[in-house]
């Protein structure tokens, strides 16, 4: 028996013969063995099946990428209209549509699964390579903006571009019940046939601030050349036009402001305006404060209309006899030299807008344009040509003897000082604290574009807005310890010292992580071109 089964294993001879004292052992041994053998073929099967199944999953993932990747492109069309549509005894729809795509006016056909009754005029729909409609997409409510000069009675819309040319376009399906109006704003498809919605109603007062600023010169520390210079080209044409007039010479049109930031731009203008407004026959005087930003728009013509609006309100109180300041504040943002985008070339419509209403300032006596720039590298040439932004008046960053003046204005007697110094030494040891070009007040070096590196030091990027900061952060850490102490703590060196530290710090941080050319632009450096900025080792 034993023989035999060995026989049908094909191991014929590996058993002893029948008798044999170890041959069920032997035998024992050879079937465990092939049973492990048995259990790792296994695995391996199931292991090779796992494998080939992943395989064949990628593959078939593949295959989907590839199909996907071969599909034709599809077309983007504007739906007109359906131009036929009807139902067979089958009950499957025949059904074609007007289209434009393009320039392209066309009738195409409708896929039997799109419904002809739920395409919407003005809506968006998509075409195969086979120029059949296969669905209805969502619409792009972007485009060109338009004024809606009359309402039609069958729903149709008359509207007009900036230059006044008119044209009839019919409404999309989403202003079919809405209830537009004259004056009304919508945004036109590239095909010009349909309003495709309404731009919603912009609260223009909010973009430009009306007020009479309270500010004075005398409010202004550390400006003394530039105030005089402002008050020559601004107060006195207001303030002495006979003799103005006695002498045949026309009042500048405009100043602009420029230099790092931080450091009184804004407060000369309000000044201005201030000054202006005391001393004019006609009443207070206006101040038209605008973000050169804030009127950058994404609708096309936006941007100049806003600019159209602005000059029309200082004409009306200008008209009224006041003297109006229009300020526009971060000028270079908006009227960028010409060509000099990226993405978009807005610069090239905005900067015309603006000239043409700044050459249309020219017969009125009361208004002045005033703009405020970090870059003034950036502004258009045509805006800074003679006859337009006649005076040009750069805000430098503060000496000692200036910082001395700025500080004047915030470390004054009246405040809790230590018994032992009064304002003006303390101010005097801040000064020096702030002014001192040593590894304390080092900040970092930059390197220019011949690869030599100069040290830049908190003095260099000090301003009167950094200066007023650090009084503050004095009198805040002198408001803590007083509540903690429970009585009023003077400021003394310690505090306004703990404060430079802690500008200085701050500062340092700022620096490291900025880009080294814009930086070093901005602040005004004199290291040339930077290339690089480094910490201090």
Not at 142 to 167: E, H, M, P, W, Y
Not at 170 to 194: E, H, P, Q, W, Y
């Amino acid at each position: 028996m034993y023989g035999a089964v060995a026989f049908r294993l094909g191991f014929v001879g590996v058993f002893p013969r029948v008798g044999s004292g170890v041959c069920m052992d032997q035998r024992d041994d050879t079937l465990a063995s092939l049973g492990e053998v048995n259990d790792q073929l296994m695995a391996k099967n199931h292991a090779l099946a796992k494998a080939l199944n992943r395989a064949t999953q990628e593959l078939a993932k593949a295959k989907a990428q590839l199909n996907q990747l071969a599909g034709p492109p599809m077309t983007f069309a504007t739906m007109v209209r359906v131009y036929s549509a009807r139902t067979d005894e089958q009950g499957v729809q025949h059904a074609s549509a007007e289209v434009i795509s393009g320039t392209r006016r066309m009738i195409v056909p409708v896929a039997a699964n799109v419904q002809a009754s739920r395409l919407e005029a003005g809506r968006t729909v998509l075409l195969n390579e086979n120029m059949v409609v296969v669905s209805q997409a969502d619409t792009d409510t972007l485009g060109s903006v338009r004024t809606v000069k009359q309402v039609i009675d069958d729903g149709r819309l008359l509207v007009a571009d900036n230059g006044g040319n008119a044209t009839l376009v019919r409404r999309s399906g989403t202003l079919s019940k809405a209830v537009i109006n004259v004056a009304d704003r919508v945004t036109v498809d590239s095909s010009m046939r349909f309003a495709l919605a309404l731009v919603p109603p912009q609260n223009d007062a909010d973009l430009v601030l009306e007020e009479v600023p309270n500010v004075t010169f005398a409010d202004i520390g550390g400006l003394d050349e530039q105030i005089e210079r402002i008050r020559d080209a601004v107060q006195m044409p207001f303030l002495h036009r006979e003799l103005f007039e006695r002498y045949d010479l026309k009042p500048p049109k405009g100043v602009l402001l420029y230099g790092p930031p931080g450091n009184g731009k804004t407060l000369i203008a309000k000044a201005v305006a201030n000054a202006l407004a005391e001393g004019a026959a006609g009443g207070r005087g206006v101040f038209l404060s605008v973000k050169g930003p804030e009127l950058l728009n994404k609708f096309v013509g936006e941007s100049e209309r806003l600019i159209r609006m602005i000059f029309k309100r200082a004409r009306e109180r200008a008209a009224e006899g006041k003297p109006v300041i229009v300020f526009i504040d971060e000028m270079d943002s908006l009227l960028r030299t010409r060509g000099s985008g990226v993405s978009s070339d807005v610069e090239t419509t905005i900067v015309p807008q603006f000239l043409a209403e700044l050459d249309g300032v020219e017969t009125l006596d009361n208004v002045m344009v005033i703009g405020a720039s970090n870059r003034i590298d950036m502004i258009d040439p045509a805006v800074l040509r003679p006859g337009r932004l006649d005076v040009k008046i750069r805000v430098e960053r503060p000496k000692t003897a200036q910082a001395a003046q700025i500080i004047r204005h915030y470390l004054t007697d009246d405040l809790p000082l230590v018994p032992e110094l009064d304002a003006k030494a303390l101010i005097g040891v801040l000064v020096n604290d702030i002014y001192a070009n040593d590894e304390h007040r080092h900040l970092c070096d930059v390197r220019d574009e011949h690869g030599q590196w100069h040290p830049v030091y908190l003095a260099d990027v000090v301003s009167g807005a950094v200066l007023k900061n650090i009084v503050d952060r004095a009198k805040t850490h002198a408001v803590k310890i007083s509540i903690e102490d429970g009585r009023p703590a003077a400021i003394g060196v310690d505090l306004l010292a703990k404060a430079v530290d802690e500008e200085f710090m701050e500062t340092q941080d700022a620096v490291l992580d900025a880009d080294p050319e814009q930086w070093s632009r901005i602040n005004g450096l004199d290291a040339g071109h930077v290339t690089s900025i480094r910490p201090v080792a």
